[in-house]
């Protein structure tokens, strides 16, 4: 049962309780409030007791306006739910590579996975940990970002290709650059998305030119190449003194 409140001057209270009253209508309460009980009716919106100027236009056979149908096709539903399994497993992959992270890098791949990734060619872990004591042995910081991304699901399988750019500050030398695509066989085993073969391809890379920098990185918070980086700090905390350096 719906419920009304109607707040009404003495005087409108007055007139209205000479009007004749509805079936279902109590009037209980103090004098200045009325709160009218209405019993709903099989005729909903098409009331006849309700002024016509008040009922929405519902033309016969048609829905009413409290009423919706949205038809989804669950498949396109679960497509979505891959596509995204796919884009978390590749930006993983590329803050695993950045925080030398070697457990949580190789999870992109499944353990039989093949990546041809230039100077090493074999299995996932070979290659993460190839290019993490080059890192080490070279430079001071590096950073990939994944950035276009397509993916084309076929039932258990996706092909996948991802551009990608990649920084990196070498030791008492100059930042370095590089871009190139991740294009990649992904496979989906036991519900779970991952790698089964890919092939890296570095189409162009670039020296940047030295400029005066505009930023005092040494008054940043250091990232670092294992789980003391912040990044794994659970929950983050923000506990380096209060300041405020202005020139």
């Not at 919106?45 to 008040?54: A, E, M, T």
């Not at 016969?60 to 739910?81: A, F, M, R, W, Y």
């Not at 890098?105 to 299995?123: C, L, M």
């Not at 070279?138 to 990608?164: K, R, S």
Request: positive net charge; proline residues 7%.
């Amino acid at each position: 049962m719906a419920v009304l409140l109607l707040s009404l001057s003495n005087r409108r209270i007055q007139r209205a309780a000479d009007l004749p009253k509805p079936r279902g209508w109590r009037v209980s309460g103090p004098a200045t409030t009325r709160v009218a009980r209405v019993k709903s009716t099989p005729l909903g919106d098409n009331d006849p007791r309700i002024p016509r100027r008040h009922q929405p236009a519902i033309q016969p056979g048609t829905q009413s306006h409290t009423e919706s149908t949205v038809n989804i096709d669950p498949k396109e539903i679960q497509k979505l739910i891959d596509k995204e399994a796919i884009r978390e497993a590749m930006l993983r992959y590329a803050r695993g590579m950045d925080r030398h992270d070697t457990e949580m890098a190789v999870q992109a791949y499944h353990p039989d996975a093949t990546d041809d990734h230039g100077p090493y060619i074999g299995e996932p872990a070979g290659v993460i940990a190839y290019a993490n004591d080059l890192r080490e042995r070279h430079l001071t910081a590096h950073h990939t970002y994944i950035t276009n991304q397509t993916i084309d699901l076929d039932g258990d399988t996706a092909h996948v290709e991802t551009y990608f750019l990649v920084g990196q500050q070498l030791k008492d030398g100059p930042v370095r650059m590089a871009g190139g695509r991740y294009v990649d066989r992904f496979e989906r085993r036991d519900g779970r998305w991952a790698v089964a073969n890919r092939v890296c391809l570095v189409e162009w890379n670039g020296e940047l030119i030295k400029t005066q920098t505009a930023v005092d990185p040494d008054l940043y918070v250091r990232g670092t190449w294992d789980k003391t980086d912040p990044s794994y700090q659970r929950p983050l905390k923000a506990s380096r003194p209060h300041r405020n350096i202005t020139s």
